[in-house]
């Protein structure tokens, strides 16, 4: 096994200041990480046991902190919507259009949204893209009921009686095919 490359001088004391100043637990982690190594010399197996890492993470965060210095320190998180064709601002202006739309119809199609989804990105996107950003707004699918709430089962079925499709012939059993 190879040694381990030495951190810069002074590493352990600016990594000390960074973990008084950490935001978040996945911050004061990260540092962590790098000042365990720094100030008391730990290894990487070590320093996973202590935070509950696994020993590749610990290596790659200490090599990307060699190699990048305090980069490291100040990069974001691996979240995020970084395929974004456009932005949330962008997605409620389309939306505006459309909203008045909903209110006068009481119904819109997705296909409309869709179509001047598309004319503003220059390219076709699935339905679903439009669907998540629908969701991403607060639009919610209404359906129409399948059903009259004032519907009769009485007389619908009064009506199947006495409608003229209903002869004595269409409601007999057809015979059985054999064979």
């Not at 679903?128 to 399948?146: C, E, F, N």
Request: proline share 6%; aromatic share 6%.
């Amino acid at each position: 096994m190879r040694p381990a490359r030495a951190f810069p001088k002074g590493a352990s004391k600016q990594l000390n200041e960074a973990l008084k100043q950490a935001k978040s637990k996945a911050e004061f982690q990260r540092i962590q990480c790098l000042w365990l190594r720094a100030s008391l010399g730990l290894n990487a197996d070590q320093v996973a046991t202590a935070l509950g890492w696994q020993p590749t993470s610990v290596r790659r965060l200490q090599a990307q902190y060699l190699n990048e210095g305090d980069q490291v320190l100040k990069s974001v998180g691996r979240g995020g919507r970084r395929n974004q064709n456009l932005t949330v601002e962008q997605e409620r202006q389309l939306l505006t259009q459309f909203s008045t739309q909903a209110e006068e119809a009481g119904m819109l199609e997705v296909s409309q949204i869709k179509r001047a989804y598309e004319e503003i990105i220059g390219h076709p996107v699935p339905k679903s893209t439009v669907y998540r950003m629908l969701a991403r707004h607060g639009w919610r699918k209404i359906a129409p009921r399948r059903r009259h709430p004032e519907v009769s089962r009485q007389r619908q079925r009064a009506f199947k009686k006495n409608s003229p499709g209903s002869s004595p012939k269409s409601s007999a059993k057809k015979p059985e095919r054999s064979g």
